[in-house]
């Protein structure tokens, strides 16, 4: 089991999940965050820090697109950076907060800073 983050992040990247967790799992793409599914260890911390419910556990998880998402965290966390303190959410971040359905117009394949 894992937690994966979803479509909620993007656009938003809030980074408090990022300074509670104790393996440092998570890595930063230009608008959202992913979480390395080798390295979680499923401990819970970060999912109640992400003020927008980006965050959940795979195996809670059963919507039809949960294997979109755990492809996708694994993906990117093999080739964007780490990421390991807190930062400013994006700018953007309280308008998109409520959007539906942002991967298909608004992710974005790059790496964070």
């Given at each position: 089991m894992t937690y994966i983050v979803k479509d909620e992040c993007i656009?938003?990247?809030?980074?408090?999940?990022?300074?509670?967790?104790?393996?440092?799992?998570f890595y930063e793409g230009e608008n959202m965050l992913v979480i390395n599914p080798n390295e979680c260890i499923d401990c819970g911390v970060c999912e109640p820090e992400c003020p927008v419910n980006a965050i959940v556990s795979d195996y809670d998880y059963n919507e039809k697109d949960k294997e979109k998402w755990l492809l996708l965290n694994k993906k990117y966390s093999a080739i964007w950076p780490r990421i390991t303190k807190i930062?400013?959410?994006?700018?953007?971040?309280?308008?998109?907060?409520?959007?539906?359905?942002?991967?298909?117009?608004?992710?974005?394949?790059?790496?964070?800073?």
């Open positions: 656009k938003c990247k809030h980074t408090t999940c990022v300074e509670v967790c104790p393996v440092d799992c930062q400013d959410p994006l700018p953007e971040a309280e308008e998109f907060k409520n959007v539906k359905n942002k991967h298909e117009k608004h992710f974005s394949e790059k790496p964070g800073k």
